[in-house]
């Protein structure tokens, strides 16, 4: 099981966005896939239309981790229903619901005992004693409070977001820094997946220009490919559609590209991680 975050310390940056885009390309791959959504906002709950039957959400399961069974709570995303399976096999996107609850724990104050109750709770991410999810994807809030932290000592990765302005490269900087230091005070297994540039203009000359800044900067930790900016998602995340069943020509171009960095993310960030390790 591959758990990695999705992270930025700068809001607005679409990170949301990627989380989707990327769970709709392990959806469509064929990935057993658990979406936990630990923004307090819940956007990601939204996005993947959850419809909930009394099941806790991923605060209250936090809150009783020692007891808590991760898989009587999750809730299969209503992306499903759209989904096209020629697998032969039952398609498997879940999500562990985020709410306002969760927002208990993102304070800059957690000892390391409560930096682990997510894990605890991951611990029992069997689907009802079914084969386990393949891919973790951790929808995290634009902090580096409790529950990021929290996230990244449940993770094996970080995918950090980022958009090609002045002030989002600055915090991805940040980020890294935070990472480093973070990994050597609580979770040496965990190593950058990557960073993503996303809402991406081409005819932009500040976006060309920081997008050099950023490979410059990051080397082979920038990832390709990059995400333009697309007109249509907030239609397609407003209908709780995965971008991989939306008609038409773009969203056909933006599926392809979450095919692939899926691929990135999961196959350079194994190597990474030996690299890391070794």
Not at 91 to 103: E, I, N, R, T
């Amino acid at each position: 099981m591959q758990v990695v975050s999705i992270s930025s310390l700068k809001g607005g940056v679409g990170k949301t966005s990627v989380t989707l885009g990327l769970a709709s390309a392990a959806l469509a791959a064929g990935i057993p896939t658990l979406v936990i959504d630990l923004d307090p906002h819940a956007d990601a709950t939204t996005g993947l239309g959850v419809s909930a039957n009394g099941q806790l959400d991923i605060g209250q399961l936090i809150k009783g981790a020692r007891k808590a069974n991760l898989g009587a709570n999750v809730v299969p995303s209503g992306w499903l229903s759209a989904h096209t399976n020629d697998a032969g096999r039952p398609p498997v996107l879940d999500v562990a619901m985020g709410s306002a609850f969760s927002g208990i724990y993102d304070r800059p104050d957690l000892g390391k005992r409560d930096l682990r109750r997510l894990s605890t709770v991951l611990a029992n991410a069997d689907r009802d004693g079914t084969a386990p999810y393949q891919l973790v994807l951790i929808d995290c809030p634009p902090s580096l409070n409790g529950l990021t932290r929290m996230a990244w000592t449940a993770s094996s990765r970080v995918l950090l977001v980022a958009e090609p302005g002045l002030f989002s490269v600055a915090g991805t900087q940040r980020t890294m820094r935070a990472i480093e230091l973070f990994r050597s005070e609580f979770a040496p297994s965990l190593v950058p997946a990557g960073i993503v540039a996303n809402r991406v203009r081409s005819g932009s000359n500040e976006h060309t220009y920081r997008l050099a800044e950023m490979k410059t900067m990051f080397g082979e930790l920038l990832l390709s490919p990059t995400i333009p900016e697309q007109a249509n998602w907030q239609q397609i995340q407003g209908a709780a559609h995965p971008i991989h069943q939306w008609p038409g020509e773009s969203a056909k171009n933006a599926s392809t590209l979450f095919d692939k960095l899926l691929d990135s993310v999961l196959n350079q960030g194994a190597t990474r991680s030996r690299l890391y390790r070794g």
